[in-house]
């Protein structure tokens, strides 16, 4: 059997399990002893029941504090969606073979600095950065080779890519157009959230305003061409990695969110056409019931913004549904072991607290990329906590505790304070230009690592119980051939391309910038005739320029 047929069996075979086998839950649910799990648990009596109802609904109701969907893990459990990228697309495709062939039941792709911040491969300022923290996707064959004999109607896929989403995005779907799929059936997320770039991050490439008409012409494009798709993961995940405390992860990225819906509102769009295809991304920390308390608040805040203050009608305009990833600042150099202790006790409070997808970190990511093994124990960590743990059979089971329902509610009256505060300076953007959020972040950073170095926050291993160690986990390294590789590929595609149609696109991209028709469709165009990803972003720039931080 060739190597085609075998690679179309194990398609069958992998992602019948992954995504079909591992949706199927059982019908009743018990524990070891026999004890019957309800669905919702309730007080004995019928008055406390009552109370209790009153305050905290069920499940699938609005506000959703208790998650969006009424069965939660015991009809479906959350797609598990581990973060990976490296290298080259090639080296990176075999990587998610290898998740699918694990359990993983999504795909989520990592870029790598100078694609993130749209740069090809051979330009000058991308040297030292091809395929380090991602993979490198310049042109249209990359990001096939990506997808290679993936069925990209059968697998969702998130892709972390902000400044150049727009660009990235019409990639993926001319791709999918070549393997013959409904682009109608696509299914995933592109994180497509600048702001927080601004604030917390640091990969934009453009000024706020064209940035934001980027975003609102992916709204109107997705909204009508690909409707199963995310078109923006409005992220808390790196706000939080910056510094943020918990509150203000909540507020910051509520505040974003409010601006991008008022965005889209000037732009023309209706609120019920594309909120139901907005979704969140969030850390999960370790304090367990603060993190499982700040995803039940994040949620009925976003239910009742969406209902009263944007006057939304459609349930869906109301639910706030998110992916987790384990907090990468967290994990310790020192005895990287204890990490997957870390990432359990992270991967519980999204589970807890109501996740749609969730990412583990490894246990050496705090040292250099992660090796198969460590992401196999990563994967392995969810997979455990889903059938072993006996968490997924209630939908909510932490409901009613006196401490949650407190700290939710702790959560969320901080939360508005901020999103006042941020009101009253003209939203986010002006927030953000004023320096308000980066500093309220900065402060808490500052904060929390005082109370490091004086011992009063312990982190096991580096203040306190540590050991002398010798570091003997396997380790992943890129090979640095990989750069002069993929700018041998560019040279081959600039040369064999239609070099006379490639400049009369170009033109068309700055002419069009300059206008206010819908970008998309010419960026699909763009791509499918080979112009590379740094092309069209260098011909933005020559109309819109560069962003420039203030300096505060």
């Given at each position: 059997?060739?190597?085609?047929?075998?690679?179309?069996?194990?398609?069958?075979?992998t992602?019948?399990?992954?995504?079909?086998?591992?949706?199927?839950?059982?019908?009743?649910?018990?524990?070891?002893?026999?004890?019957?799990?309800?669905?919702?648990?309730?007080?004995?009596?019928?008055?406390?029941?009552s109370?209790?109802?009153?305050?905290?609904?069920?499940?699938?109701?609005?506000?959703?504090?208790?998650?969006v969907?009424?069965?939660?893990?015991?009809?479906?459990?959350?797609?598990?969606?581990?973060?990976?990228?490296?290298?080259?697309?090639?080296?990176t495709?075999?990587?998610?073979?290898?998740?699918?062939?694990?359990?993983q039941?999504?795909l989520?792709?990592?870029?790598?600095?100078?694609?993130?911040?749209?740069?090809?491969?051979?330009?000058?300022?991308?040297?030292?950065?091809?395929?380090?923290?991602?993979?490198?996707i310049?042109?249209?064959?990359?990001?096939?080779?990506?997808?290679?004999?993936?069925?990209?109607?059968?697998?969702?896929?998130?892709m972390?890519i902000?400044?150049?989403?727009?660009?990235?995005?019409?990639?993926?779907?001319?791709?999918?157009?070549?393997?013959?799929?409904?682009?109608?059936?696509?299914?995933?997320?592109?994180?497509?959230?600048?702001?927080?770039?601004?604030?917390?991050?640091?990969?934009?490439?453009?000024?706020?305003?064209p940035?934001?008409?980027?975003?609102?012409?992916?709204?109107?494009?997705?909204?009508?061409?690909?409707?199963?798709?995310?078109?923006?993961?409005?992220?808390?995940?790196?706000?939080?990695?910056?510094?943020?405390?918990?509150?203000?992860?909540?507020?910051?990225?509520?505040?974003?969110?409010?601006?991008?819906?008022?965005?889209?509102?000037r732009?023309?769009?209706?609120?019920?056409?594309?909120?139901?295809?907005?979704?969140?991304?969030?850390?999960?920390?370790?304090?367990?019931?603060?993190?499982?308390?700040?995803?039940?608040?994040?949620?009925?805040?976003?239910?009742?913004?969406?209902?009263?203050?944007?006057h939304?009608?459609?349930?869906?305009?109301?639910?706030?549904?998110?992916?987790?990833?384990?907090?990468?600042?967290?994990?310790?150099?020192?005895?990287?072991?204890?990490?997957?202790?870390?990432?359990?006790?992270?991967?519980?409070?999204?589970?807890?607290?109501?996740?749609?997808?969730?990412?583990?970190?490894?246990?050496?990511?705090?040292?250099?990329?992660?090796?198969?093994?460590?992401?196999?124990?990563?994967?392995?960590?969810?997979?455990?906590?889903?059938?072993?743990?006996?968490?997924?059979d209630?939908?909510?089971?932490?409901?009613?505790?006196?401490?949650?329902?407190y700290?939710?509610?702790?959560?969320?009256?901080?939360?508005?304070?901020?999103?006042?505060?941020?009101?009253?300076?003209?939203?986010?953007?002006?927030?953000?230009?004023?320096?308000?959020?980066?500093?309220?972040?900065?402060?808490?950073?500052?904060?929390?690592?005082q109370?490091?170095?004086?011992?009063?926050?312990?982190?096991?291993?580096?203040?306190?119980?540590?050991?002398?160690?010798?570091?003997?986990?396997?380790?992943?390294?890129?090979?640095?051939?990989?750069?002069?590789?993929?700018?041998e590929?560019?040279?081959?595609?600039?040369?064999?391309?239609?070099?006379?149609?490639?400049?009369?696109?170009?033109?068309?991209?700055?002419?069009?910038?300059?206008?206010?028709?819908?970008?998309?469709?010419?960026?699909?165009?763009c791509?499918?005739?080979?112009?590379?990803?740094?092309?069209?972003?260098?011909?933005?720039?020559?109309?819109?320029?560069?962003?420039?931080?203030?300096?505060?």
């Amino acid at each position: 059997m060739g190597s085609d047929e075998q690679y179309k069996k194990w398609q069958e075979v992998t992602l019948g399990n992954a995504l079909e086998k591992f949706k199927e839950r059982k019908e009743q649910f018990e524990t070891g002893s026999g004890i019957p799990i309800p669905r919702v648990a309730l007080p004995e009596t019928e008055e406390n029941s009552s109370l209790y109802l009153e305050k905290l609904g069920f499940p699938g109701e609005y506000p959703y504090t208790r998650g969006v969907q009424p069965t939660m893990y015991r009809s479906r459990l959350w797609t598990m969606r581990q973060y990976a990228g490296f290298a080259t697309a090639k080296e990176t495709n075999a990587r998610y073979r290898y998740l699918l062939e694990q359990g993983q039941t999504g795909l989520s792709v990592a870029f790598d600095l100078p694609t993130q911040i749209g740069y090809d491969a051979d330009d000058p300022l991308a040297q030292g950065e091809v395929g380090k923290v991602g993979v490198s996707i310049s042109s249209i064959h990359d990001m096939e080779q990506l997808f290679e004999q993936i069925p990209m109607d059968k697998v969702s896929t998130s892709m972390t890519i902000n400044a150049p989403a727009a660009i990235l995005l019409a990639m993926y779907i001319a791709v999918a157009k070549r393997q013959g799929v409904d682009v109608k059936k696509l299914r995933g997320t592109v994180q497509n959230d600048i702001l927080k770039e601004y604030v917390a991050r640091g990969t934009y490439i453009f000024p706020p305003e064209p940035s934001m008409r980027l975003i609102t012409d992916l709204f109107a494009f997705c909204a009508k061409e690909i409707p199963k798709w995310n078109m923006m993961g409005i992220s808390g995940y790196h706000i939080r990695e910056a510094g943020s405390t918990a509150v203000q992860e909540v507020a910051f990225t509520l505040a974003n969110a409010i601006a991008y819906v008022e965005a889209a509102l000037r732009a023309g769009l209706k609120v019920d056409d594309f909120a139901g295809q907005l979704s969140f991304f969030f850390n999960a920390h370790n304090n367990l019931l603060e993190e499982v308390a700040k995803f039940r608040a994040v949620r009925r805040l976003w239910g009742r913004i969406m209902k009263e203050r944007f006057h939304a009608v459609e349930p869906e305009s109301w639910q706030l549904r998110f992916h987790t990833q384990t907090a990468g600042s967290t994990l310790t150099a020192q005895q990287p072991e204890n990490n997957v202790v870390r990432v359990t006790l992270q991967a519980l409070s999204a589970v807890f607290g109501g996740t749609q997808s969730l990412h583990t970190n490894s246990m050496d990511e705090a040292l250099w990329l992660p090796a198969e093994k460590s992401v196999r124990v990563a994967l392995r960590t969810q997979q455990i906590i889903a059938f072993e743990s006996g968490v997924a059979d209630s939908v909510d089971p932490l409901a009613g505790s006196y401490l949650i329902e407190y700290l939710t509610d702790e959560v969320e009256k901080g939360a508005l304070a901020y999103l006042d505060r941020i009101e009253v300076m003209g939203g986010a953007l002006h927030a953000i230009e004023r320096g308000f959020m980066q500093n309220e972040i900065q402060n808490a950073a500052y904060a929390s690592q005082q109370a490091i170095e004086r011992g009063e926050q312990v982190v096991v291993g580096v203040n306190q119980f540590q050991v002398s160690e010798e570091i003997a986990l396997e380790r992943l390294k890129v090979d640095p051939v990989i750069a002069a590789a993929q700018k041998e590929r560019l040279k081959m595609l600039r040369e064999r391309r239609d070099a006379e149609k490639t400049a009369v696109l170009v033109d068309l991209v700055r002419s069009t910038a300059g206008g206010t028709e819908n970008l998309m469709p010419l960026f699909i165009e763009c791509v499918e005739n080979d112009i590379t990803l740094g092309e069209i972003c260098h011909a933005l720039r020559s109309i819109w320029g560069e962003y420039v931080p203030e300096t505060f």
